[in-house]
């Protein structure tokens, strides 16, 4: 069963902004490092805005930099990316994810994620496409 569930994807014109919203279920999300990630077919796996699991300390690539914010809100128990002055280069498939315990730029570059032992969670992904 689906543990984490986004929403809010979408066309959108360059320019343009969208909001995407991440529920977790069944774990609380407090205790996590979280992410969104974003990957084109045949791609690798990009993160693109993550949180720490412990504090507000967060990290962007430098390809959404100034332009995209990751939050969360752990007593609702959701993530988000605001995405404002989007490109024709960021449609994507977007995913959030967590990783437990992890600093936001381990969460961000997948290959760390393997010094980490606890668990973690991938949504299923949504669609932003940017045209005009």
């Known amino acids: 069963q689906l543990q984490l569930v986004e929403s809010g994807g979408g066309l959108v014109q360059p320019g343009g902004s969208l909001r995407l919203s991440c529920a977790a279920t069944?774990?609380?999300?407090?205790?996590?490092?979280i992410g969104w990630f974003r990957q084109v077919p045949g791609k690798e796996r990009e993160g693109v805005a993550c949180?720490?699991?412990?504090?507000?300390?967060?990290y962007y690539s430098e390809s959404v930099k100034g332009r995209f914010t990751i939050s969360r809100d752990n007593a609702e128990n959701r993530m988000y990316l605001q995405m404002n002055s989007l490109k024709h280069e960021d449609t994507d498939l977007y995913y959030c994810?967590?990783?437990?315990?992890?600093?936001?730029?381990?969460?961000?570059?997948?290959?760390?994620?393997?010094?980490?032992?606890?668990?973690?969670?991938w949504g299923q992904g949504t669609q932003v496409t940017v045209s005009s």
């Open positions: 994810a967590a990783l437990e315990g992890a600093t936001s730029q381990d969460t961000c570059y997948l290959p760390s994620w393997g010094d980490y032992s606890g668990r973690d969670y």
């Open positions: 069944r774990f609380s999300l407090a205790d996590y490092g």
């Open positions: 949180m720490d699991s412990k504090d507000d300390d967060t």
